[in-house]
């Protein structure tokens, strides 16, 4: 989040300053205006494409802090049911409109072939309310003890 907000600063000075025609980049540290001038395929006139190597741990930690499914949406029954009570379709018709995402995942490709090891898997712990309870079932005890 850090990295997105000092883009948006410095994207804002940039154009506060004068600048036009450029996207801004972190380079050894400090922030240099891309001009599209310069970036541009002339045939094409679009960017060229920077690819972002998924197996790496900055990849990894930018993906968990993203609101995204996963594979525990798909794996979990009752968290399923929920997102496809929200997006008013079926169970089956969700998962055919959507696990496609899981099977194209690259992370989990390189997962399951042994480039990535997760210290933890991807769940949806994180988002439960105390009244869920412990992953194991057990309740979570929401008094305050005065020791």
Do not use: C, W
């Not at 506060?16 to 025609?21: A, Q």
């Not at 959507?98 to 194209?104: H, P, Q, T």
């Amino acid at each position: 989040m850090e990295y997105t907000r000092d883009l948006g600063f410095s994207a804002s000075q940039f154009i506060l300053n004068g600048g036009s025609g450029a996207m801004i980049s972190i380079q050894n540290g400090r922030f240099v205006p891309l001009y599209f001038k310069d970036i541009l395929d002339p045939v094409t006139k679009r960017t060229k494409v920077r690819m972002v190597d998924p197996s790496s741990e900055a990849f990894y930690i930018a993906r968990r802090y993203m609101l995204r499914l996963n594979k525990a949406d798909f794996d979990d029954p009752h968290e399923l049911a929920k997102l496809a009570a929200t997006a008013h379709i079926p169970i089956n018709e969700f998962k055919k409109k959507f696990y496609y995402l899981i099977e194209n995942d690259l992370l989990y490709k390189h997962v399951e072939d042994g480039n990535i090891f997760l210290a933890s898997s991807e769940s949806n712990a994180a988002h439960k309310t105390l009244n869920d309870g412990l992953p194991n079932g057990d309740e979570i005890d929401q008094k305050i003890s005065p020791e």
